[in-house]
């Protein structure tokens, strides 16, 4: 017995041993990879890894991509153009049955699977993967939110799509992946696909999801509409929150007519969605209700900062203005306030990479672009992070809860919110509180962390991602879509990964 | 028996959090031999101007989350413009960093090229400083100062009170 025990603490010693040693040398292993990456194989990697389950049927789905995409590399082509999977929010639709026929019964079950595709930048699900699977058959197809017209808008009953159907598909995806639940309809012939009440083409509706899940692993998916609230519980919340609301009841529907100050959607989705009705191209039928605004939800204050007047527009401007050979900037405060909103405009010294911005008062934010230049980098540099703390040391920033600090290049653009101001204060003092840490720091960020300009944009996100996660920097990033149209909340997951970070 | 698996335990968690997020695991030494090569006195002249360094590698330690030992280039400068002392750190030379003054700090990009950091005191700036040698006798670099990348604070001054382009010799 005594002997056993001996052996036991003997073998236990030197399995500690053995994993110190591993340790070191995985580190050092990690630390010293350089061997480029075949983009197409790391897409095709993150298509069938990331967000994965163990679910059966989506395993079987994902071993017919695999052989499909020994043949055709069709994985990194879907995760290029239209974003990785969420296997583990797909929604299930099943239909067993059989057809009686001439020549006896045929089985007709089949079973769809709608699996959400997102971009890291994506604030709402933007594209879908559909996969039939029936007795003999596999077929898979790729539909885009702003296709939804192209399927018509007739009530039906039957499997096939409608332009209803397909907006209930993608709200049921952003409510598994973001969290929504409610959405403001943009084309009210989205509408006419249900028979449960008459659509009044000049009236706002909202649509309101049920909060139990419907994903893979929940319930299978009816493809019968939401129908717009009839609680009018939004009305109530957008009050409290401080809101003029106008609305009217018609039967058990709630319809809004307006609400906030001056954002009247007056005739409301019957004329604002009709560029994307006819068509079936370039916009959306619908898009997230959020009217409530949360300050203390960093997603929800850069969201609502796109939807003011100012705001969106000081991104675009400085990305028009990439092509002059000095940085530009904005200092700005009061951006709620549409009217009231006060920015003053600062530019750099030409051929410096750099910009001198010196807020006379505490302010609510801040963007400056990086021009092009075979030296800039895509994200922010060190001194910029050194200027934001300086700032926030000196009580420059009025409220980091709707402070942002932002960058813009030709091809990327960040904002990013001291979320958490006691970790910020704590890296602050570690790494910019005096000469010789900001050395430190520097060489950290340049070297440690690899941000620089010879990487590529998305080594270069994660590395900046990585450093500010680990040195505990109390920073919140958001990406840009590509057209600047949205920001959204990004990091780096246990998987090594750069993924969407949703606030809620 | 108890320590033991709370000693595993612990050890697997910071191996873990460090594959993530650290360049370096906590509590280990990172040498850089590379560096010996720029170590020395430097002496670039120009008729009655000189420009010289003094360059030492120090294994620093940095600070926490991070916890680790890094050797890095650390050194001071002395620059005399017809025969006028413009700006010295020199009376600080070969102090640990921490507390040392020092006014160049820098890494290696490649085996013979080096960047970094350059105090310029007279303007009360830090600038970026690349140090490349010339071949591989190691006798001699090129130094090249630039205006660092990115956003300044007020009443900053920019250009330089050094040479932004000569070649030093080693001493």
Redesign the interface.
């Given at each position: 017995m005594n002997f056993k025990l001996k052996l036991?603490?003997r073998m236990?010693?030197l399995?500690?041993i053995v994993?110190?040693v591993?340790?070191?040398v995985?580190?050092r292993k990690?630390?010293s990879v350089t061997e480029p990456i075949d983009e197409n194989k790391a897409l095709a990697s993150q298509f069938f890894h990331a967000h994965k389950t163990e679910n059966p049927l989506i395993q079987k789905i994902i071993g017919y991509f695999e052989s499909l995409n020994k043949k055709t590399g069709i994985a990194g082509k879907i995760a290029a153009n239209y974003g990785t999977p969420y296997w583990d929010k797909s929604l299930l639709h099943q239909n067993n049955s059989f057809l009686t026929t001439a020549k006896g019964t045929v089985d007709n079950s089949y079973v769809v699977v709608y699996i959400p595709l997102l971009q890291s930048y994506d604030t709402t699900v933007k594209s879908q993967l559909t996969v039939k699977m029936t007795s003999n058959d596999t077929i898979y197809e790729i539909i885009s939110e702003v296709e939804y017209a192209n399927f018509g808008f007739l009530p039906n009953d039957t499997s096939v799509l409608n332009g209803l159907k397909v907006f209930t598909l993608f709200a049921k995806h952003n409510q598994n992946v973001f969290g929504y639940r409610r959405f403001k309809i943009l084309d009210n012939r989205i509408l006419q696909g249900q028979t449960v009440f008459t659509v009044n083409s000049n009236k706002q509706y909202i649509m309101e999801l049920d909060s139990l899940p419907t994903n893979i692993s929940g319930r299978t998916l009816s493809l019968a509409a939401p129908l717009p609230s009839s609680s009018c519980m939004q009305v109530y919340e957008l009050q409290n929150a401080g809101y003029t609301v106008v609305y009217t009841m018609v039967g058990d529907v709630c319809v809004i007519s307006s609400y906030g100050l001056g954002d009247d959607f007056g005739d409301g989705g019957g004329s604002t969605g009709g560029g994307g009705g006819s068509s079936g191209g370039g916009s959306t039928g619908w898009e997230p209700f959020t009217p409530t605004f949360d300050i203390n939800n960093p997603c929800n204050v850069v969201d609502s900062l796109m939807k003011t007047q100012n705001f969106p527009i000081y991104y675009q401007y400085l990305r028009a203005a990439v092509t002059h050979n000095y940085e530009s900037?904005y200092l700005f405060k009061n951006p709620f306030d549409n009217i009231n909103t006060i920015h003053d405009s600062v530019a750099g010294?030409p051929g410096?990479?750099?910009?001198?911005?010196?807020p006379a008062v505490p302010i609510d934010g801040a963007l400056?672009n990086h021009y092009n230049d075979s030296?800039?980098?895509p994200v922010?540099?060190?001194?910029?992070f050194?200027?934001l703390y300086?700032w926030y040391e000196n009580e420059k920033i009025d409220d980091t809860r709707i402070f942002t600090f932002g960058m813009v290049s030709d091809s990327t653009a960040y904002i990013i919110m001291i979320t958490d101001s006691i970790a910020f204060e704590t890296f602050g003092f570690?790494?910019l509180n005096d000469?010789?840490?900001?050395?430190?720091f520097?060489?950290?960020f340049?070297?440690?962390?690899g941000i620089n300009e010879k990487k590529s944009i998305a080594e270069n996100e994660k590395a900046f991602l990585?450093a500010l996660?680990?040195?505990?920097a109390g920073i919140s990033v958001f990406k840009a879509a590509p057209d600047l149209s949205s920001f959204g909340r990004i990091h780096?997951n246990?998987y090594?990964q750069v993924r969407p970070y949703p606030c809620n | 028996m108890k320590s033991i698996i709370i000693i595993i335990i612990i050890v697997l968690f910071i191996t873990l959090k460090s594959f993530g997020q650290a360049p370096h695991p906590p509590c280990s030494f990172n040498s850089h031999p590379e560096l010996d090569k720029f170590v020395g006195t430097w002496l670039w002249v120009l008729g009655t101007d000189t420009l010289e360094l003094k360059l030492y590698k120090q294994a620093i330690h940095f600070p926490s989350p991070l916890d680790y030992e890094e050797e890095c280039l650390v050194g001071w400068h002395r620059y005399v413009k017809n025969s006028n002392a413009v700006e010295s750190s020199f009376q600080y030379a070969g102090q640990a960093f921490f507390g040392g003054n020092s006014t160049v700090f820098g890494w290696n990009q490649s085996p013979i090229k080096l960047y970094g950091n350059l105090n310029d005191l007279t303007k009360d700036k830090h600038c970026d400083l690349y140090l490349t040698m010339t071949d591989n006798t190691y006798v001699q670099m090129i130094w090249k100062l630039m205006e660092s990348r990115g956003m300044k604070l007020p009443n900053f001054q920019y250009g330089f009170t050094l040479p932004t382009n000569l070649v030093l010799t080693k001493q």
């Open positions: 036991l603490n236990l010693y399995s500690l994993l110190i591993f340790a070191k995985s580190c990690i630390d900037g010294p410096t990479l750099s910009i001198s911005m010196s400056h030296l800039r980098l922010f540099s060190f001194d910029d050194y200027q300086n570690n790494f000469a010789e840490k900001c050395k430190l520097k060489k950290v340049y070297d440690g962390y990585k996660q680990g040195l505990g780096v246990q090594d | -």
